[in-house]
Protein backbone atom coordinates (compact mmCIF):
# COMPACT_ATOMS: atom_id res chain seq x y z
CA UNK A 1 0.00 0.00 0.00
CA UNK A 2 2.77 2.39 0.96
CA UNK A 3 6.09 3.20 2.09
CA UNK A 4 6.17 3.91 6.10
CA UNK A 5 9.08 4.90 7.91
CA UNK A 6 8.95 4.06 11.35
CA UNK A 7 11.44 6.47 13.16
CA UNK A 8 12.62 5.78 17.14
CA UNK A 9 14.13 8.71 18.85
CA UNK A 10 15.18 6.86 22.11
CA UNK A 11 18.26 6.98 23.38
CA UNK A 12 17.91 3.87 25.52
CA UNK A 13 18.80 0.29 24.56
CA UNK A 14 15.88 -1.31 26.57
CA UNK A 15 13.12 1.41 24.68
CA UNK A 16 10.07 1.78 25.14
CA UNK A 17 9.09 4.30 22.73
CA UNK A 18 11.03 1.77 20.36
CA UNK A 19 8.85 -1.36 21.67
CA UNK A 20 5.42 0.88 21.35
CA UNK A 21 6.52 1.57 17.65
CA UNK A 22 7.09 -2.40 16.75
CA UNK A 23 3.31 -2.67 18.45
CA UNK A 24 2.69 -0.50 15.65
CA UNK A 25 3.74 -1.27 13.00
CA UNK A 26 2.88 -4.75 13.47
CA UNK A 27 -0.37 -3.49 12.59
CA UNK A 28 0.60 -1.05 9.95
CA UNK A 29 2.35 -4.20 7.78
CA UNK A 30 -1.27 -6.40 8.52
CA UNK A 31 -2.60 -3.49 6.51
CA UNK A 32 -0.21 -4.25 3.87
CA UNK A 33 2.15 -1.45 4.45
CA UNK A 34 5.34 -1.38 3.89
CA UNK A 35 6.75 -0.85 6.92
CA UNK A 36 10.88 0.19 7.73
CA UNK A 37 12.79 1.07 10.49
CA UNK A 38 14.86 3.63 11.91
CA UNK A 39 16.18 3.45 15.02
CA UNK A 40 18.34 6.73 15.48
CA UNK A 41 20.27 5.59 18.42
CA UNK A 42 22.08 3.37 15.96
CA UNK A 43 23.42 5.99 13.81
CA UNK A 44 27.21 7.07 14.22
CA UNK A 45 27.02 9.65 17.37
CA UNK A 46 30.08 11.41 15.93
CA UNK A 47 28.23 12.00 12.04
CA UNK A 48 25.15 13.58 13.99
CA UNK A 49 26.84 15.72 16.62
CA UNK A 50 29.21 17.15 13.60
CA UNK A 51 26.14 17.23 11.03
CA UNK A 52 28.67 15.09 8.76
CA UNK A 53 25.94 15.17 5.94
CA UNK A 54 28.25 12.86 3.97
CA UNK A 55 28.30 10.41 5.82
CA UNK A 56 26.75 6.73 4.64
CA UNK A 57 24.55 6.45 7.62
CA UNK A 58 23.26 10.07 7.26
CA UNK A 59 22.70 9.42 3.47
CA UNK A 60 20.82 6.52 3.34
CA UNK A 61 18.91 7.84 6.56
CA UNK A 62 17.87 10.77 4.50
CA UNK A 63 17.12 8.37 1.24
CA UNK A 64 14.82 6.69 3.84
CA UNK A 65 12.95 9.32 4.55
CA UNK A 66 12.90 10.22 0.78
CA UNK A 67 11.41 7.36 0.00
CA UNK A 68 9.20 7.33 2.85
CA UNK A 69 4.98 7.99 1.89
CA UNK A 70 4.53 8.14 5.38
CA UNK A 71 6.63 8.77 8.29
CA UNK A 72 6.03 7.34 12.09
CA UNK A 73 7.84 9.89 14.87
CA UNK A 74 8.32 8.29 17.99
CA UNK A 75 10.26 9.80 20.74
CA UNK A 76 10.43 10.14 24.54
CA UNK A 77 9.76 13.20 26.79
CA UNK A 78 12.66 14.29 27.55
CA UNK A 79 12.70 17.31 30.15
CA UNK A 80 9.30 17.94 28.87
CA UNK A 81 9.91 18.20 24.69
CA UNK A 82 11.50 15.18 22.30
CA UNK A 83 14.38 13.73 22.40
CA UNK A 84 17.71 15.40 21.71
CA UNK A 85 18.34 12.56 20.31
CA UNK A 86 15.67 13.05 17.67
CA UNK A 87 16.55 16.77 17.40
CA UNK A 88 19.94 15.85 15.88
CA UNK A 89 18.26 13.68 13.63
CA UNK A 90 16.17 16.00 12.68
CA UNK A 91 18.52 18.60 11.98
CA UNK A 92 21.37 16.89 9.21
CA UNK A 93 18.17 16.19 7.18
CA UNK A 94 17.06 18.80 4.72
CA UNK A 95 14.95 21.40 5.74
CA UNK A 96 12.11 19.79 3.65
CA UNK A 97 11.94 16.73 4.50
CA UNK A 98 8.78 15.68 4.84
CA UNK A 99 7.29 17.87 2.00
CA UNK A 100 4.50 15.60 0.91
CA UNK A 101 4.41 13.17 4.05
CA UNK A 102 1.58 11.92 6.29
CA UNK A 103 3.13 12.18 10.07
CA UNK A 104 2.28 10.70 13.00
CA UNK A 105 3.97 11.80 15.64
CA UNK A 106 4.18 9.75 19.18
CA UNK A 107 5.37 10.21 22.44
CA UNK A 108 6.00 7.99 25.79
CA UNK A 109 6.48 9.35 28.78
CA UNK A 110 6.45 9.52 32.96
CA UNK A 111 4.30 12.23 33.20
CA UNK A 112 0.72 13.49 32.11
CA UNK A 113 2.02 16.84 33.02
CA UNK A 114 3.83 16.60 29.46
CA UNK A 115 1.04 14.93 27.49
CA UNK A 116 0.98 18.12 25.10
CA UNK A 117 4.92 17.92 24.08
CA UNK A 118 4.02 16.54 20.77
CA UNK A 119 1.66 19.70 20.24
CA UNK A 120 3.80 22.33 21.69
CA UNK A 121 7.47 21.08 20.60
CA UNK A 122 7.17 18.33 17.88
CA UNK A 123 4.42 19.51 15.44
CA UNK A 124 5.67 22.89 14.97
CA UNK A 125 9.20 20.95 14.23
CA UNK A 126 7.93 18.80 11.81
CA UNK A 127 5.58 21.60 9.97
CA UNK A 128 8.21 23.67 9.23
CA UNK A 129 9.76 20.37 7.49
CA UNK A 130 7.26 20.16 5.16
CA UNK A 131 4.91 18.14 6.63
CA UNK A 132 1.94 17.46 4.22
CA UNK A 133 -0.23 16.36 7.00
CA UNK A 134 0.68 15.79 10.62
CA UNK A 135 -2.46 13.47 12.14
CA UNK A 136 -3.35 13.62 15.48
CA UNK A 137 -0.33 12.07 17.81
CA UNK A 138 -0.52 10.14 21.05
CA UNK A 139 1.28 9.81 24.53
CA UNK A 140 1.89 7.05 26.24
CA UNK A 141 2.46 6.80 29.88
CA UNK A 142 5.55 4.55 30.32
CA UNK A 143 3.97 2.33 32.89
CA UNK A 144 1.18 1.63 30.21
CA UNK A 145 4.15 -0.33 28.04
CA UNK A 146 5.26 -3.66 30.09
CA UNK A 147 7.88 -5.66 28.94
CA UNK A 148 7.16 -9.67 29.91
CA UNK A 149 10.00 -12.32 30.78
CA UNK A 150 9.72 -13.61 27.37
CA UNK A 151 10.77 -9.90 25.98
CA UNK A 152 7.05 -9.58 24.45
CA UNK A 153 4.96 -6.04 24.98
CA UNK A 154 2.45 -5.74 26.00
CA UNK A 155 -0.13 -2.52 26.47
CA UNK A 156 -2.92 -1.32 29.17
CA UNK A 157 -6.16 -1.70 27.48
CA UNK A 158 -6.95 1.43 26.97
CA UNK A 159 -3.26 2.71 25.45
CA UNK A 160 -4.16 0.03 23.08
CA UNK A 161 -7.08 0.85 21.76
CA UNK A 162 -6.28 4.57 21.41
CA UNK A 163 -3.19 3.30 19.88
CA UNK A 164 -5.35 1.42 17.45
CA UNK A 165 -7.80 3.93 16.44
CA UNK A 166 -4.78 6.34 16.06
CA UNK A 167 -2.80 3.72 13.33
CA UNK A 168 -6.12 3.37 11.74
CA UNK A 169 -6.38 7.09 10.78
CA UNK A 170 -3.00 7.64 9.82
CA UNK A 171 -3.50 4.49 7.68
CA UNK A 172 -6.36 5.96 5.92
CA UNK A 173 -4.33 9.31 6.08
CA UNK A 174 -1.38 7.38 3.84
CA UNK A 175 -3.62 5.90 1.71
CA UNK A 176 -4.65 2.13 3.52
CA UNK A 177 -6.91 0.19 5.07
CA UNK A 178 -8.84 0.78 8.09
CA UNK A 179 -9.27 -2.68 8.64
CA UNK A 180 -6.62 -5.21 10.29
CA UNK A 181 -6.48 -7.69 7.45
CA UNK A 182 -5.79 -11.43 9.46
CA UNK A 183 -2.86 -13.50 7.85
CA UNK A 184 -4.14 -16.47 6.51
CA UNK A 185 -3.08 -19.65 8.11
C1 LIG B 1 16.58 12.19 30.96
C2 LIG B 1 15.11 11.90 31.09
C3 LIG B 1 14.22 12.95 31.14
C4 LIG B 1 12.85 12.70 31.25
N1 LIG B 1 11.99 13.76 31.29
C5 LIG B 1 10.65 13.53 31.33
C6 LIG B 1 9.74 14.63 31.31
O1 LIG B 1 10.11 15.79 31.29
N2 LIG B 1 8.40 14.35 31.32
C7 LIG B 1 7.94 13.05 31.35
O2 LIG B 1 6.71 12.86 31.32
N3 LIG B 1 8.79 11.98 31.38
C8 LIG B 1 10.12 12.20 31.37
N4 LIG B 1 10.99 11.14 31.38
C9 LIG B 1 10.46 9.77 31.39
C10 LIG B 1 10.47 9.18 29.98
O3 LIG B 1 9.90 10.07 29.03
C11 LIG B 1 9.69 7.88 29.89
O4 LIG B 1 10.13 6.95 30.85
C12 LIG B 1 9.79 7.29 28.48
O5 LIG B 1 8.80 6.28 28.31
C13 LIG B 1 11.15 6.70 28.21
O6 LIG B 1 11.13 6.18 26.90
P1 LIG B 1 12.30 5.26 26.33
O7 LIG B 1 12.31 3.99 27.17
O8 LIG B 1 11.89 4.99 24.93
O9 LIG B 1 13.57 6.03 26.41
C14 LIG B 1 12.37 11.36 31.32
C15 LIG B 1 13.29 10.30 31.29
C16 LIG B 1 14.64 10.56 31.18
C17 LIG B 1 15.61 9.41 31.16
Do not use: C, N
Request: aromatic share 4%; hydrophobic share 45%.
Amino acid sequence: MAAILSVSGSPSATSRTARLLRHLYERLRLQGHDVTVLDVRTLPADALLHADLRHPAIVQATAQFEQADGVVIGTPVYKAAYSGLLKALLDVLPQYALTGKTVLPLATGGSTAHVLAIDYALRPVLSSMGAAHIVPGWFTLDKDITVGVDATTTLAPAAADALAQITDRFSTAVGGPTTVLTPAG
